[in-house]
């Protein structure tokens, strides 16, 4: 699709942005059912990727992930462990050169490492995939806010209640 990203409709409505007029065309968006949380990893990852994956669970915004991205969860994963191979590949390379990412050509020329192209490569894949999974600062407030936890709401109204001065209060 070419063009901005449209924003979907259930972001209008939480921002009060939503117009009928602009938006009645959109119809029903669909929405993806079943956290990724309680799924268990792929049984191909190593434990590079396992330790990644574990990690972007816990630390993914809430209610975000969902069963149908897991494919994509498994090639960041797989993408961060190829990145991860490459920088320990090119570092050993490092230290045994004077040019740092760079290697001498059989024509004897310098060129750009592979590894440092892999690097280049892996990062723009992973940086794609980041913000369609919301990994991103930026991504993050496209996806509006998340709900509460049921009761939290409610005791910080309370607490705001609490710390309000009221004027029937004042000396």
């Known amino acids: 699709m070419r063009g901005r990203k449209p924003k979907p409709t259930v972001l209008h409505k939480l921002h009060g ?3 009928v007029t602009r938006h009645r ?11 990724l949380d309680d799924m268990e990893p792929p049984a191909d990852l190593n434990e590079h990727e396992l330790a990644t994956w574990h990690y972007a669970i816990e630390h993914a915004p809430r209610g975000v992930l969902k069963k149908i991205d897991r494919t994509l969860l498994t090639l960041w994963c797989k993408t961060a462990e190829r990145y991860r191979r490459a920088e320990a590949s090119q570092a050993g390379m ?15 020329l310098l060129m750009v490492s592979p590894y ?6 892996t990062a723009l894949l992973m940086l794609k995939l980041a913000e369609q999974l919301g990994f991103t600062p930026i991504s993050r407030p496209r996806l ?18 609490m710390a309000r001065v009221r004027p029937s209060n004042r000396p």
């Open 17 to 19: 942005s939503f117009n």
């Open 25 to 35: 065309a959109r119809g029903a968006e669909p929405v993806a059912s079943g956290d």
């Open 94 to 108: 490092n230290a045994q050169q004077a040019l740092p990412d760079v290697i001498r050509a059989p024509s004897g």
């Open 116 to 121: 440092v192209q892999i690097m280049h490569k």
């Open 144 to 161: 509006g806010a998340s709900k509460p936890a049921p009761g939290d709401g409610d005791r910080w109204l309370k607490v705001m209640d």
